[in-house]
């Protein structure tokens, strides 16, 4: 399985936008990008996935890179609750299967 | 509609007890996946389920089990404790199939093994 590479941690205020980085040097084009986040004491969420365009949905963006080689989470409005581990997982098109492989992901701290 | 739901959610076992838990699947979901979660390792995945065959299997020791009911409801055993096995155990339920790949996950089963 392909990787991703992500800061272990970020701060941020709240009511600023977040941008959460994430390298996947090694992406094969059948890789769709998802992001995944776990606030404390929960499993983890679905957040956003996305395979060459940006993405949108109600909770955050995704820009993907031209060469798809890194993505960029965006969450436009960081509130509190949005403090958590977000994680980016590259997931092969054909394998719609419930089998994630998570890094380490990247620790968001908001503060008020 | 009722979310991804794990009994126990606390239990305490000693070592070289086996345990069972539970996962109850979103309505129509046919994939139940389990986790490990420890502070050292992460998420790490053990097993998926679809339509009550193992269709993946992740990298942990014969002790770890499961099975998937014809409802979709999943169980997963560990036999003979080990403290190591310690862990947030995390249930994910999908759809399994079809273009949409979201995972549910559940609040998890918290095993503490004295």
């Known amino acids: 399985d392909a990787k991703t590479t992500q800061p272990n941690s970020m701060e941020s205020n709240e009511e600023e936008p977040v941008h959460l980085p994430c390298n996947h040097s090694t992406i094969s084009g059948t890789d769709y990008i998802h992001w995944y986040r776990q606030l404390p004491s929960q499993g983890p969420e679905y957040v956003i996935h996305?395979?060459?365009s940006n993405v949108n949905n109600r909770m955050a963006s995704l820009a993907i890179a031209e060469d798809r080689k890194s993505s960029t989470l965006i969450l436009h409005r960081a509130t509190l609750r949005d403090a958590a581990v977000y994680y980016c997982?590259?997931?092969?098109?054909?394998?719609?299967?419930?089998?994630?492989?998570f890094g380490q992901g990247t620790t968001l701290q908001v503060k008020p | 509609k009722a979310g991804v739901t794990q009994t126990p959610r606390y239990l305490i076992k000693t070592r070289g007890q086996q345990v069972t838990l539970s996962c109850s699947p979103i309505s129509g979901h046919r994939s139940v996946s389990w986790y490990q979660q420890t502070p050292g390792q992460g998420l790490q995945f053990l097993f998926e389920y679809f339509s009550e065959t193992q269709r993946n299997k992740g990298n942990f020791p014969g002790r770890f089990s499961g099975r998937q009911f014809s409802n979709s409801r999943s169980e997963m055993n560990v036999s003979t404790l080990e403290l190591g096995d310690s862990a947030l155990y995390l249930c994910?339920?999908?759809?399994?199939?079809?273009?949409?790949?979201?995972?549910?996950f559940g609040e998890g089963s918290r095993l503490t093994v004295l």
């Open positions: 994910a339920s999908s759809l399994g199939s079809g273009n949409t790949g979201e995972l549910f």
């Open positions: 997982i590259l997931r092969d098109v054909g394998g719609n299967t419930g089998k994630l492989i």
């Open positions: 996305g395979l060459t």
